[in-house]
Each structure stands twice: as C-alpha cells, then as structure tokens.
C-alpha cells in the first residue's frame, strides 16, 4: 500500500513515476473549509472509490484494480446541497443540481470517485471531487485533480488496492 500523492505545485507521484497535474482554479484548502462551488481541491487523503470511463472513446477499458464501469449518456452527479442525493451518482434527467457526466469535451472519458464527502456526505463540503483527464493547457479544475490521459491511465494501471490520494501543499520545487 502507498499513497498518489498530488501537490499544490502541479505534481503527482506514484512511487517512481512522477506525473504534471492540474489543481482547482481555487487553489487548495484544508478539507475542512472546502464549500460547495469555490473551485477548490481539498487537502487530504482520499480513498479511490470508482472508475467510470467512456467506452466509445477509449480502445479498451482501462487497466485497474478497482470498480469500474461505462459510462452511458443518462449519468450524472448531484451537486446540490438541499438534494438527498448530494454527492452522489444520479440518472439524467434529474430535477436538482447537477453535474454530467457525459461530455462532448475529453475531460471525463476516465473518471476516479475520490472518497471527498461521501460517507456520509455533509451538504455544501463539496462535491464531485473526481481524478480525470486534464485540458490540455492543464487549466484549473472546478476542485478535482486532473492529468494527462496516457499518465492518468499509467497511473490506474499501477494503482494497488489500498493507495489512496493523498492531496498536499507543494514546496515550489519540481520533484
């Protein structure tokens, strides 16, 4: 068991292998003052709960040792904090707030769940903290941790049960 570890300068490490990530636009918050909507990635250590990923998009599904499954049009991902289902899978149509999970962008083609607020998910700490596939300018995230596709599926295919991402604040330095 070790940690991904993903810092504030832009960086994750797995072991050896060292990857470029984008952060939230918000920049990083210690988990507790992370709210709903402030485009911040929260501090802290987070389980790897679920792959999703898009099937027609990909030439294979991904390489993991962890839950996974297509994703299809109707899947979404509520973010509104009055919602029972806040922070939670959700199918479209859905009449709260929420997040699709099928876009037209590359963004979500491979999504992790990170375990951010969901057991149980306390209203307005935030939602839909994600580990997906970054823009290619590596332009800040709405709070999610994201990289490249061919290191995000590098990544997933070193992942071991038990690894978790841990989300820390970066020293300046390049590792």
């Given amino acids: 068991m070790s940690d991904i570890i993903a810092t504030s300068d832009g ?5 050896a292998r060292i990857y470029r990530c984008a952060l939230g636009k918000g920049g990083c918050k210690p988990e507790a003052d992370k709210r709903e909507g402030d485009g911040a990635t929260p501090l802290g250590r987070y389980p790897l709960r679920q792959l999703l990923y898009r099937a027609d998009r990909l030439p294979a599904a ?3 040792r962890l839950p996974g499954r297509a994703l299809m049009p109707e899947d979404g991902w ?5 919602d029972p289902a806040y922070n939670r899978h959700v199918r479209l149509p859905y009449a709260a707030s929420h997040e699709k999970l099928w876009r037209d962008d590359p963004v979500y083609d491979v999504i992790v ?3 951010h607020n969901d057991d149980p998910p306390i209203p307005g700490m935030g939602s839909a903290i994600f580990l ?3 823009r290619p300018d590596y332009s800040g995230t709405e709070g999610c941790v994201a990289m490249a596709l061919p290191d995000l599926l590098d990544l997933l295919a070193s992942w071991r049960p038990g690894d978790a991402l841990q989300i820390a604040r970066g020293d300046g330095q390049k590792p």
């Fill in 113 to 115: 769940v990170l375990g």
């Fill in 132 to 134: 997906h596939v970054a």
């Fill in 62 to 64: 991904p390489q993991a």
């Fill in 11 to 15: 960086w994750l490490r797995h072991g």
């Fill in 78 to 82: 509520c973010d509104d904090p009055a």
